[in-house]
């Protein structure tokens, strides 16, 4: 049986790195995988085998002509069609590279991991009536569904979420948000794919609060990560391991100018996973500030060497940590609550230690060899 995985693109991120996790896991069990960039990008950080990477000899780039063109074609296509608009008309280059990509595998299913790519799945089915289509959700469905700039699109992506064969989502909190729309849903985690190891605390060597995560300045919290590293004691320091555009980089210097004590801040960068799986192992707890987590496949990395866990009350963390049974969840996004969970951690070995148990403990639930049985069970339905 033949399965591709249609994203964007492939980089550095949390998206490609499930995707080509699984791939890799489901191909033990003797499907074969193939990946699809859409949208042209042939950056491959997860060293794809080039047999298995289609990437489409034009790059589809949105030039600001286009996306004054579409912004006004929307404006009309909503006076219309009573505030509505299938997002499908615009994305005909990456319909044309899916129907491509299908033909050239001569694939029995195919996975959808974007949100944008999923108002397609209405077409493709017409185009191949018995291709299995399923829809792999990797954020948190009420983004999807509630918030403003896309409840224009809501009726055409509950249309196309109920034109598929599955709907995959990570969470309880998702499985319900898709209720709400009258959409069913299965839950599967994304998997740890690093060896189940635990690191107590007298083996660690760093005084360090490690963060991993895209470089959003606004989404992902980073602002409040600048703001604890400036109130630490001496010794302790905050790591930030994960990548960003130009922009963002700017935007991180202009913060990191403002502190008192730079030194306290330490930005790693991108980080293949052997320099990263080091990195977890002598840190002493983890952080996460992001405002919106779907899942947050650092977090189960983390625990996964022991590392204690404090992250804001997003969906993901809720369901990882069991509602805080097993880490700190910070209600209201505050940056004060998050800094004072932060420093009760400080130098508190008991505290640290009783945590890291917990992580550990927790994350043998998202273990790769657990989360391939689920996907094998899905694939073979």
């Not at 320091?237 to 730079?262: C, D, I, P, T």
């Amino acid at each position: 049986m033949n399965v591709g995985f249609v994203s964007d693109s492939f980089p550095m991120g949390g998206i490609a790195k499930v995707v080509t996790e699984i791939g890799a896991a489901i191909e033990e069990e003797g499907f074969s995988s193939f990946y699809l960039s859409a949208l042209g990008d042939p950056t491959n950080y997860y060293s794809i085998l080039e047999s298995k990477l289609y990437i489409p000899e034009k790059k589809i780039e949105e030039t600001n002509f286009i996306k004054y063109r579409d912004k006004a074609r929307k404006f009309f296509e909503m006076k219309l069609y009573n505030g509505q608009v299938d997002l499908s008309k615009y994305l005909l280059a990456q319909y044309e590279n899916i129907v491509n990509f299908v033909n050239k595998n001569n694939l029995d299913y195919l996975i959808i991991c974007r949100y944008d790519l999923t108002f397609l799945v209405s077409k493709i089915k017409n185009e191949f009536p018995k291709l299995k289509i399923f829809v792999w959700i990797h954020g948190p469905v009420e983004i999807y569904t509630k918030k403003k700039e896309r409840k224009k699109y809501l009726t055409y992506y509950k249309k196309n979420l109920l034109a598929c064969n599955k709907v995959i989502c990570l969470t309880e909190f998702d499985l319900h948000e898709l209720e709400k729309i009258d959409v069913s849903g299965i839950k599967i985690y994304n998997p740890i794919s690093f060896r189940n190891r635990f690191f107590s605390e007298d083996t660690r060597k760093e005084k360090t609060i490690l963060c991993v995560s895209r470089l959003d300045i606004k989404d992902k919290g980073i602002d409040s990560l600048v703001k604890l590293a400036d109130v630490l004691p001496d010794g302790w320091r905050v790591k930030l391991v994960g990548s960003g555009n130009e922009n963002e980089l700017k935007k991180l210097n202009a913060l990191l100018k403002k502190m008192k004590n730079r030194k306290k801040f330490v930005f790693l960068g991108p980080k293949r996973p052997m320099d990263l799986e080091e990195i977890y192992q002598q840190s002493s707890f983890f952080v996460s500030p992001s405002l919106y987590e779907g899942f947050g496949l650092s977090l189960v990395e983390a625990m996964n060497f022991g590392l204690p866990i404090i992250a804001f009350e997003t969906s993901g963390a809720r369901e990882i940590t069991e509602e805080g049974k097993f880490g700190i969840l910070v209600k209201d996004f505050s940056s004060d609550k998050l800094i004072k969970e932060c420093l009760m951690f400080v130098n508190n070995n008991k505290l640290i230690e009783r945590y890291a148990k917990l992580s550990h403990f927790r994350s043998q639930k998202f273990a790769i060899k657990n989360i391939k049985k689920q996907w094998v069970s899905l694939l073979n339905d």
